[in-house]
């Protein structure tokens, strides 16, 4: 496909006047000549009922002119899907969604066949999957290749270009590239706070947007959110040991036998209680929270020496609690909440006002998404990261991720899933975002948790597609 220019868009074309975007990054973006965006396609396949066709293209690392060398370029990944049902000339003639996974720090989802929300996607829409920046086939980060970039006050600069500003510009430039007029995007959980900053900076390259999950606060400190997420998590505990009252002893069991015993995990690194308190994530959803009492049901075995945790508990917690798959997570966590201040380790600052998720409490409470400083500590994955991430923390000239302003003159359909109890994006604050963009439909159920789309994808994406077009038809 022929390269096109990159114009027509705040993001990199022309300059936002006034508000709160005027004399920032964001605003005057590419001012110079326009760009073309190399793109070329490597592999196509076929296989049960759908196609699939592997885009790549050569975007600018910084969109926005500030430190990165002149014209320095990073490959960014995507791979199609369309339903077999359609013939080549037929799927062309398609027009494209866009999905936005959910992490910082995901890569896009690999679907081995279409089924639940991508089933429905694929009756009427091709699927561009992307690889966001610094993951799966998108210039990935982790601890071997950082240090390619320098010293580590250079790996904590590269890492600036990261977040969700970036990625709706290369989201832009990949549209152009396709020959796409405005396309649909659908976000899920970090997915969808890139939806926002799609609608915030680029409006005109969106034909519509579904977000399941991922109503971010468009502003004020990241504390906020973690004081409001650690009610949910603690709440959800409740709800969970009135489920499965005997793992109330487990959970205490275990941290009590960690305090005074030495495990290992495969790896070779010590299993501390803060550690094992990070099996809570498996409390975000409907779909696995059964999963997480059939962790702990096993969980000891007997020995010459005594009870100890068995071999198949601790390789199944490691794989909870290692972030060797996704390090960009743990770095770029926080700083997807930075808006014109650094985070400081907020939610390692908030935990200070909920003894009961202590490592040290009587009764630990298990822990959600949250990430805290003695990560860099104790995952060998992230642990020669841990000046990088200091930075991260410190960094307090974070542009802008949203524009307030324009988002509340919206004019582009947006339909938004919002979970009663979602454990990492809380209700409250998604409902103060949902009233302050013009025209965003609020769909709320109490059914779902964080995987909805894992729990009923198909019905889910077809409720806010309809929502949306009921607006836009």
């Known amino acids: 496909m022929a390269d096109l220019p990159l114009t027509g868009l705040p993001l990199a074309g022309r300059p936002l006047t006034g508000g709160p975007l005027a004399g920032t990054a964001a605003a005057g973006l590419l001012e110079a000549a326009p760009l073309t965006v190399p793109h070329t396609v490597k592999a196509r396949h076929e296989y049960r009922g759908m196609r699939t066709a592997e885009h790549y293209f050569e975007v600018p690392l910084d969109h926005f002119r500030a430190a990165a060398p002149a014209g320095e370029t990073i490959t960014i990944f995507a791979r199609e899907y369309v339903s077999a049902d359609y013939s080549e000339d037929e799927a062309a003639q398609l027009p494209w969604l866009l999905y936005l996974q959910g992490g910082p720090g995901g890569r896009g989802n690999r679907l081995p066949a279409l089924g639940g929300w991508s089933k429905a996607a694929a009756k009427d829409f091709r699927i561009l999957m992307l690889d966001q920046r610094g993951t799966g086939l998108s210039a990935a980060v982790d601890r071997n290749t950082l240090p390619l970039r320098g010293n580590d006050a250079d790996q904590a600069a590269y890492l600036a270009h990261f977040r969700a500003d970036s990625i709706v510009a290369d989201a832009e430039a990949i549209r152009l590239a396709l020959g796409s007029g405005p396309w649909t995007i659908y976000g899920q959980s970090y997915g969808g706070f890139c939806a926002l900053s799609y609608l915030s900076f680029a409006p005109e390259g969106l034909r519509e947007a579904l977000i399941t999950g991922g109503l971010a606060p468009l502003a004020g400190p990241a504390d906020r959110v ?53 099996v809570g994530s498996f409390l975000g959803g409907n779909t696995r929270v059964d999963a997480l009492h059939h962790l702990l049901e096993d969980a000891f075995v007997g020995t010459p020496g005594g009870d100890r945790l068995s071999d198949a508990f601790l390789d199944q917690v490691r794989g909870l609690v290692s972030r060797a798959a996704n390090p960009l997570y743990a770095l770029m966590h926080e700083s997807i909440y930075g808006q014109g201040e650094s985070t400081d380790w907020a939610a390692w600052r908030v935990l200070q006002d909920f003894p009961e998720f202590s490592p040290a409490a009587p009764e630990p409470l298990l822990t959600g998404e949250m990430v805290y400083p003695w990560y860099f500590e104790q995952d060998p994955a992230l642990r020669p990261l841990q000046d990088v991430a200091r930075r991260l923390a410190e960094k307090d000239d974070w542009p802008p991720l949203y524009d307030p302003e324009r988002l509340a003159l919206n004019t582009v359909p947006v339909a938004a899933a919002v979970y009663t109890d979602d454990i990492y994006v809380d209700r409250g604050l998604s409902l103060e975002t949902a009233a302050a963009v013009r025209g965003l439909q609020v769909w709320e159920s109490a059914d779902f948790h964080h995987d909805g789309i894992a729990d009923d994808g198909e019905g889910i994406f077809a409720r806010l597609l309809g929502l949306t077009r009921s607006v836009r038809d």
Do not use: K, S
Not at 242 to 250: F, I, K, L, W
Not at 254 to 271: F, M, N, Q, S
């Open 226 to 278: 973690y004081r409001a997420t650690f009610q949910r998590v603690a709440a959800r505990n409740a709800e969970y040991f009135g489920r499965y009252p005997e793992d109330r002893a487990a959970v205490t069991r275990i941290a009590r036998h960690l305090r005074d015993t030495e495990e290992y995990l495969p790896d070779g690194e010590r299993l501390t209680v803060e550690r094992f308190q990070m």
